[in-house]
């Protein structure tokens, strides 16, 4: 069992950077690919970014164009998202994941979500 809890979302404008952060609970998260997704209201659940257990392979969605990083602490249970200049079609709820698979994972289908946060730009 994982529980992810992440943070970091706010209010920003275009051109600006926010740094999300997901911590989890469960002695399994070492064993587990972590990944973003985002969402905006009656929108699917895009994909966003994923990385292996080790942090040795990192994944993207095209639309980061280079500006997205994503990283973990194996020890701190903690995987993190950096985003720099940020664009108004940002703007969505990021869910943190977890899965056994990087492949379930990158297709949507991981064993756990989090809450979510939200993460706003203005044009």
């Known amino acids: 069992q994982v529980q992810l809890v992440e943070s970091g979302g706010g209010l920003v404008q275009a051109g600006e950077s926010l740094r999300l952060s997901c911590v989890a609970s469960?002695?399994?998260?070492?064993?587990?690919?972590m990944g973003w997704f985002r969402q905006t209201p009656g929108k699917q659940r895009d994909f966003v970014a994923a990385?292996?257990?080790?942090?040795?392979?990192?994944y993207y969605a095209n639309s980061t164009k280079g500006r997205f990083t994503i990283s973990r602490e194996n020890v701190r249970k903690t995987v993190s998202l950096q985003m720099n200049d940020l664009k108004p079609d940002d703007t969505a709820v990021y869910y943190c994941a977890a899965g056994g698979s990087i492949g379930r994972l990158s297709d949507g289908l991981p064993d756990y979500w989090g809450q979510g946060t939200q993460v706003t730009v203005s044009a």
């Open positions: 990385i292996t257990p080790s942090g040795g392979g990192r």
């Open positions: 469960g002695r399994t998260f070492g064993n587990d690919a």
